[in-house]
């Protein structure tokens, strides 16, 4: 794959570009799995990042996601939107409309959106919004704008992504129980995976996940939770084994309400950039069986984005 480049944006120091000559995966995906949690980047000389992002990335385009999703085997992509382009939609939109069906998005809009602007999101591929409450990423919104959001999207049969901070999960309990549509959580919530599994910190996220049957979890993003990291780096039999077992817990509570993505092009990674087929053969230890992988990366995200009509 071509190397990045910034477009007409300075890159933010100190980041790391996505790595370009991501290994086979030695696991087998599943025919028909899906990515569901990549994003698209600019190009900013063409698709212009958002004046009020709290980080520039290089440039990630549509046809660099669609060589990611040949070369390890995917055969669709949920697009979501990252913050750095905040609730400008377009470069989202037109990754979607060139898939040719096989990308859904999830997209950013604010309370002012029109109803005409969400058909015309339906319409190209955008199947719900997202909700970010991680500080570092986003100012804060007012919780009343994104029920009122949230109500409205629920009529066109979309779905809320949130994202947060594990710490942030008792604050926010009582408002995502009141959403009226299904809620995705981004990355399993950030657990601290220095902490024991069956402790208090993951225990509460696995009760929110008991108590609420609309919640899904994305067991995705090992490299930005691990604390022991790739194998390369030290050595380790099992990549970002330390994350294992917390992704495994989840899938085997709860195999029919879980998804999985590479979350390429991997923002705001300083200290190491994922080879992406290191991510897919992760999958093997963290849904262990055939009809675990399959629910995970088949039945669930095409239940959630291209359900039969
Ligand atoms: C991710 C994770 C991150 C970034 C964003 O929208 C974003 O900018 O979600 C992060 O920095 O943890 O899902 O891509």
Same mark, same amino acid.
């Given at each position: 794959?071509?190397?990045? %480049?910034?477009?007409?944006? !300075? ?10 000559? @991501? ?10 799995a ?5 994003? $698209?980047?600019?190009?900013?000389a ?19 996601? &669609? ?7 995917f ?7 990252? !913050? ?8 989202? $939109?037109?990754a ?16 002012? %959106? ?11 591929? $955008? ?6 409450f ?35 999960? @008792? ?5 995502f129980?009141?959403?009226? !549509?299904?809620v ?10 220095s ?12 009760? &929110? ?5 609309? %919640? ?24 970002y ?9 989840? $899938? ?9 993505? !590479?979350?390429w ?28 992988q399959?629910k ?14």
């Amino acid at each position: 794959m071509s190397k990045p %480049v910034s477009g007409d944006f !300075t890159k933010t120091p100190g980041w790391l570009d996505w790595y370009t000559g @991501p290994s086979k995966p030695s696991f087998q995906l599943p025919p028909g799995a899906v990515d569901a949690h990549c994003h $698209v980047f600019g190009p900013g000389a063409q698709f212009p990042y958002a004046p009020e992002r709290k980080y520039t990335p290089c440039d990630a385009s549509k046809e660099q996601l &669609f060589a990611l999703r040949d070369h390890l085997g995917f055969a669709r992509n949920v697009i979501v939107q990252a !913050t750095c382009h905040g609730a400008d939609n377009r470069a989202l $939109v037109d990754a979607c409309l060139a898939s040719g069906g096989r990308a859904r998005g999830v997209a950013t809009v604010r309370r002012s %959106v029109s109803d005409a602007e969400l058909q015309a999101l339906h319409a190209a591929g $955008v199947r719900g919004v997202r909700f970010n409450f991680v500080k570092r990423l986003v100012d804060f919104t007012p919780k009343e704008e994104l029920l009122e959001i949230a109500q409205r999207i629920q009529a066109l049969g979309w779905h809320v992504v949130v994202y947060f901070e594990a710490a942030d999960l @008792p604050d926010l309990w009582e408002f995502f129980s009141a959403l009226p !549509t299904p809620v995705v959580v981004d990355h399993m919530g950030r657990p601290d995976v220095s902490q024991p599994l069956d402790g208090p910190g993951f225990g509460l996220f696995l009760k &929110f996940m008991r108590q609420h049957p609309h %919640v899904w979890c994305k067991v995705s993003c090992p490299e930005r939770l691990s604390l022991a990291g790739p194998p390369a780096l030290n050595g380790q039999t099992a990549p970002y084994r330390d994350v294992l077992p917390f992704a495994r817990r989840v $899938v085997e509570l709860f195999p029919d309400r879980v998804l999985w993505g !590479t979350d390429w092009p991997h923002p705001n990674l300083k200290d190491h950039m994922p080879d992406d087929g290191l991510l897919v053969d992760f999958i093997a230890h963290i849904a262990p069986t055939p009809e675990l992988q399959r629910k995970l990366l088949v039945d669930n995200p095409m239940r959630l984005y291209w359900p039969k009509e």
